[in-house]
């Protein structure tokens, strides 16, 4: 284990957090108020006390922390606080004093660019070369990094992205001068702006959101009342939402950053707010290349502090992006020299990239590099070794029966050193596969015959697979559609309720409860002979198999870290839940999440056909089950990650496990209020 302290030292509280470095999490946290103005020596003896509290609570001696990290408000400039008004601090030497107290590697940093780090290296630029952090809070604060180094400027006060003036001679800002974006995008702008607004439109929705009450007026009311479609409300949000596409236009335009991340209260509003800003910023970014640059929610909300100061120890680790995918990529076997990587696909495990390499003739080369999630698969070796050994046999049968294995299978790029995979000096694991040139994926059924033809894809891949030996392979995740642990792990987490996010979520454990017996159906049906153990893949989503971009058909089944022994059914229910319906996995709106019974039908005709006769009358009669119980299943792990804080599966926006969770949710009520027909479509084509 790797722990280490972050400090989120505030002008009103000071925040602790024990943070484990390998399962990203924050373990445990104390707070105290900051009384502040206090010397520098006496609020040093408090953080040392509290670290030493927490280290006693989990068990741990203080020299097993790798470092103690701390974000402060003020400039900070090589670990001395240059001043700080909200502490009454000038030239503290923070750092020296803490080290002293602690006795462990001390690094201090500016609290928003210590929160613009926590996005950097765990939150939305993960694994990338840069990312701006734009925060709208009381005030507008920012962060730059760059190659995993804060830029603090040659004075400690970069990045003051809220004062980049937007407006010339416009609003006044306290800071002195006119025009800041601060003074139109922070929270305290918005609500004033608001007001004033409000003011002359006396009709306005706002006032009733308001409850009459001017002083209620908070940045969620505008939001709200445009949702409505309120004019007042509406013009104020199309101008809050333009200064702010501004002032990320310019960003964009000079820095040119891998991501945009945008945080504090006012990103709370989610894509509602991020939409209509992305559009409005590709529309007045210069030149044409900016899709590239992704614009997202922050991760961290409360905990980015902690988190960001936390990861300050890795600074002196982290090295361009861009030379460490060269570094990788040089050691496989590849066609030419290293171009670009660049994020690819929608995976929520994995770390995905298109490579490009470009060889001695000037011809470009394409693959797709992983970096396996070591987090939830702990032997990547094994894993790569049935990854091989399953793809060599399926491309052996695909050429005996006259198909291009190029095409219609996974080819894994060797290593120099002649091993299936590299690993870093992180000790990550990286595989090289080639990229199936002219192929596509797809996250929703766009039309109909995808559906068909990826439940060919997947009945196939199953029949191709039905006689490799099960024994041989190695179980990359124990347990893995194992519903009746799974509902375990969610009352687990119920009961750690880590995040503190219970309250909300009573309704859906509740829902979870009520079909713990539910839960054991498949497993029972094989302990009784009637459902039995097969090499599946487990991971059959849409966004699995690859589509020939010109003639539309279905390719190639890929992502096959999960294949294991386990029950058909789920293979197909693990697609219908995905598929079989008329929205995204993670959409939010309910009202917009409905089982769709045609695309239903048209998988069942296309696993029977694919399988070619191997599915017995068992499976047959399971197969509704098994769409069920994947669904459910896949529900209660999207809310138990929601419950856990969120550690397992990749989020781009806060609360976006628990709508993955509502929305399957709202999938198994479907189905089972769909179960007899679901049962005599299956009849038809069996
Ligand atoms: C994960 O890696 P990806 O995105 O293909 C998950 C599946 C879930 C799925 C939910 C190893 O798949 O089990 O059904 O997300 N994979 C693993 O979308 O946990
Ligand atoms: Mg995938």
Redesign the pocket.
């Given at each position: 284990m790797k722990y280490c302290i972050g400090v989120d030292l505030g002008g009103t509280n000071i925040a602790v957090g024990l943070v484990d470095l390998d399962s990203k999490r924050i373990l445990d946290k104390v707070s105290i108020k900051t009384n502040a103005p206090r010397p520098c020596r006496a609020i040093s003896q408090d953080i040392a006390g509290l670290c030493r509290q927490l280290c006693d609570r989990r068990g741990i001696k203080m020299r097993e922390l790798s470092w103690i990290g701390i974000a402060t408000p003020g400039v900070v400039k090589d670990g001395v606080v240059v001043s700080a008004s909200n502490l009454g601090w000038t030239n503290e030497p923070f750092a020296d004093i803490a080290r002293e107290l602690t006795k462990r590697p001390i690094f201090v940093a500016n609290d928003a660019n210590a929160a613009a780090y926590a996005e950097a290296i765990w939150g939305s630029g993960a694994g990338e070369a840069s990312l701006i952090a734009i925060t709208l809070g009381t005030g507008v604060g920012g962060g730059i990094v760059v190659d995993g180094q804060i830029w603090e400027g040659i004075n400690g006060f970069a990045a003051e992205i809220g004062h980049m003036v937007v407006e010339a001679g416009g609003r006044q800002c306290s800071c002195g001068r006119r025009g800041c974006l601060e003074a139109y995008c922070s929270a305290s702008a918005l609500v004033k702006e608001t007001k004033r607004v409000m003011n002359l439109y006396p009709d306005s929705l706002m006032w009733r959101i308001a409850d009459g009450n001017i002083d209620k007026v908070s940045g969620v009311t505008p939001f709200r009342a445009q949702k409505e479609g309120d004019f007042a409300a509406t013009m104020v949000v199309a101008d809050y939402i333009n200064y702010l596409a501004i002032g990320v236009a310019n960003v964009v335009n000079m820095f040119q950053p891998a991501v945009v991340c945008i945080g504090g209260g006012i990103s709370g509003e989610g894509e509602n707010l991020m939409n209509p800003l992305r559009d409005r910023i590709k529309r007045i970014s210069f030149g044409t290349d900016s899709s590239r640059i992704r614009v997202e929610v922050a991760k961290y909300r409360n905990d980015a502090g902690i988190i960001g100061a936390g990861l300050l120890g890795m600074m002196k680790e982290q090295k361009s992006m861009k030379s460490m995918m060269e570094l990788i990529i040089e050691k496989f076997a590849v066609n030419g020299n290293f171009v670009s990587a660049v994020p690819y696909g929608n995976?929520?495990?994995?770390d995905t990239r298109l490579v490009r390499t470009k060889d001695g003739d000037g011809e470009f080369h394409e693959y797709v590099l992983q970096r396996i999630n070591k987090n939830?698969f702990r032997e990547p070796a094994k894993l790569m070794e049935n990854y091989v050994r399953v793809t060599e046999f399926l491309r052996k049968k695909i050429k005996a029966a006259g198909g291009d294995p190029e095409r219609e299978a996974v080819n894994v790029v060797k290593a120099l050193d002649g091993k299936d995979y590299v690993v870093d000096k992180n000790g990550d694991y990286w595989r090289l596969i080639l990229f199936v040139t002219d192929s596509v994926c797809y996250d929703k059924v766009e039309r109909p015959e995808q559906f068909y033809d990826s439940a060919v894809a997947f009945g196939n891949f199953q029949y191709l697979l039905s006689d490799y030996p099960a024994d041989t392979l190695y179980e990359t995740?124990v347990n893995f559609h194992n519903t009746p642990d799974r509902y375990r792990q969610l009352m687990e987490a119920v009961e750690n309720d880590l995040s503190g996010r219970l309250g909300e979520v009573s309704a859906e454990v509740e829902f979870a409860k009520s079909r713990e017996e539910f839960a054991g159906t498949l497993e029972r049906a094989h302990a009784e002979g009637k459902l039995p153990l097969k090499v599946t893949h487990n991971?059959t989503?849409l966004n699995?198999v690859l589509f020939d971009k010109d003639t539309g058909k279905g390719l190639c089944v890929i992502?096959l870290?999960?294949i294991m022994p386990g029950y058909s059914v789920n293979d197909f229910g693990?697609s219908i839940r995905?598929g079989a319906t008329t929205a995204a996995?993670d959409e939010a709106d309910l009202t917009k999440v409905n089982f769709d019974i045609n695309l239903y039908e048209l998988y069942v005709k296309g696993f029977v056909e694919g399988a070619k006769g191997g599915l017995s009358d068992g499976e047959l009669e399971l197969l509704p089950i098994g769409a069920i119980m994947m669904t459910f299943e896949?529900g209660m792990r999207f809310l138990a990650d929601y419950l856990n804080g969120d550690t397992y599966?990749k989020t781009h926006r806060p609360g976006q496990n628990l709508d993955r969770a509502r929305n399957q949710f709202k999938l198994v009520s479907d189905m089972e209020a769909h179960l007899a027909e679901m049962q005599a479509i299956v009849k038809k084509y069996s």
């Open positions: 995976g929520h495990i994995n939830v995740i991971d989503k699995n992502d870290d999960t693990d995905f996995e896949c599966f």
